[in-house]
């Protein structure tokens, strides 16, 4: 969203400095929509992380039990509590983010509502100079808030990207589970269980990163 | 857009009245709102809700520099009263928001920041306006649980608040009350379903009659002046308050 997008805009060259209704506010109501909607997925995956964690341990026990032949697969089950832990981190960092966008685009909302008063201000008192002082001013304001919404909006989308590149080291991880459970000799059925199991539900959260990643809201179709 | 009228001039102490948008829209609540002046900066008293800035922006800034306001009064916290609070404060930021304490973590959500409030204790307390000393009077469930009016001495004026509202129809829009027995029927409804306490509507009673008023300004509807006060602070004190009906 440029600043232009977000607020009001010049009318005409030597015309006073009049704010004109936009789509600044249906644009940011359909950013806080969006941004809904991301937290809803980020609290699914956290969710999802979560199970990782409990599966994994319960893994760390059937592999203790099943001895030697499943000493690989017990190091990638520990590995894999370590992924999901290090995912519940970069979610919740995302889930911070979030917030301070929330807050952000609630103020453009509350603001263009201001807006909307300013411009019929500036109708009923043409060429007050004052007027034009804070209109202008405000337009400033509102021209740093886009910036700041820029930014938050480009660090959330390189922190999912993070996300996304740890998610392919569980998917790694979760395959290679899989052919450690091979060699677990009697165990080998439960273990190919419980690592095809991973694998599932790492593919659920890449899913789930690869849907937050076509948001609308960084520009894309979702 | 509003219009604004002089009801008291002596020198460059001055009260305008700033009145009757025949453009608001029926869903709003019509709403008075006073400007007092005293050695070139301004007093706004009430200055309404976000949604009639615009018409009383325009009003008062064909007579008088916004950024002269030095303050506001808020009798109460009501938006109708003073939800424009934050487009006030883009003209002067330093501006100062008198409202009764109770209301002082609750209107910062209208705008404004911790140094922007001057919290009015129960009691009342001066306000001065350069050099001119305003006084704040109680008038606490009047309707508002920490609702306070305000008292110049000098103009003998006393902004009411909501108290002597009246909601006028629209062939009734004079800024004066005209015929007492007449007007007093828009006000009767008001009074009872909105004034909650009948102590302390006696207590307001008692307390204004000691006070030397030519103006009555309300918030809502017409002034009474001359007689008329009295008459409305005797109607009042003898009314029953604090009814759904009559």
């Known amino acids: ?222 | 857009m509003k219009t604004t009228q002089t009801i008291f001039e002596d020198g460059g102490h001055k009260w305008t009245a700033i009145v009757r948008d025949p453009a608001k829209p029926e869903f709003l609540i019509d709403t008075n709102e006073y400007l007092v002046q005293h050695g070139g900066q301004g007093l706004l008293l009430d200055p309404g809700g976000s949604e009639i800035f615009p018409a009383v922006f325009s009003a008062l800034s064909s007579e008088f520099d916004p950024s002269k306001i030095a303050g506001i009064f808020a009798s109460h916290q009501d938006p109708d009263i003073v939800s424009s609070l934050a487009l006030w404060l883009e003209f002067n930021p330093q501006m100062k928001c008198h409202v009764s304490w109770l209301w002082g973590s609750f209107i910062p959500h209208f705008g404004g920041k911790g140094d922007t409030f001057v919290p009015l204790p129960d009691e009342g307390a001066v306000i001065p306006l350069a050099g001119l000393q305003l006084q704040a009077v109680p008038a606490h469930y009047l309707h508002s649980s920490g609702n306070l009016h305000l008292y110049d001495r000098q103009a003998r004026i006393l902004f009411s608040g909501d108290v002597g509202a009246a909601l006028l129809p629209a062939e009734k829009q004079g800024l004066f009350v005209e015929d007492f027995s007449s007007h007093i029927r828009f006000a009767e409804g008001f009074h009872r379903r909105w004034m909650g306490s009948n102590e302390a509507k006696r207590q307001w009673c008692e307390r204004v009659s000691h006070l030397e008023i030519d103006m009555l300004c309300p918030q809502h509807g017409a002034i009474y002046q001359g007689a008329d006060v009295q008459r409305f602070i005797n109607w009042f004190d003898e009314l029953h308050v604090g009814v759904l009906r009559s």
């Open chain 1, 1 to 222: 969203m440029t600043a232009e997008e977000n607020t009001s805009e010049w009318q005409g060259g030597d015309e006073a400095f009049v704010p004109v209704a936009t789509e600044s506010s249906s644009g940011a109501a359909l950013d806080l929509l969006r941004i809904v909607r991301i937290n809803e997925e980020i609290k699914r995956v956290v969710s999802v992380a979560f199970k990782i964690n409990i599966m994994a341990l319960n893994a760390i026990f059937l592999a203790k039990r099943a001895g030697n032949a499943a000493l690989g697969f017990g190091v990638l089950s520990n590995e894999l509590r370590v992924f999901s832990k290090d995912l519940r981190e970069g979610m919740m960092a995302l889930t911070r983010q979030i917030h301070d966008l929330v807050a952000e685009v609630s103020v453009i909302l509350q603001e263009s509502r201001y807006d909307r008063v300013f411009a019929e201000a500036a109708r009923a008192a043409p060429d007050h100079a004052q007027l034009q002082t804070v209109l202008e001013r405000r337009e400033a304001r509102h021209g740093e808030r886009a910036d700041r919404i820029a930014s938050l909006r480009r660090g959330l989308r390189l922190a999912i990207d993070d996300a996304a590149r740890l998610v392919e080291l569980g998917g790694v991880l979760a395959k290679s589970a899989k052919i450690e459970a091979a060699y677990g000799a009697g165990f080998a059925s439960s273990l190919g269980q419980v690592s095809g199991e991973f694998d599932g539900i790492v593919e659920e959260i890449r899913s789930s990163l690869d849907s937050l990643r076509r948001s609308g809201f960084f520009g894309g179709s979702a």
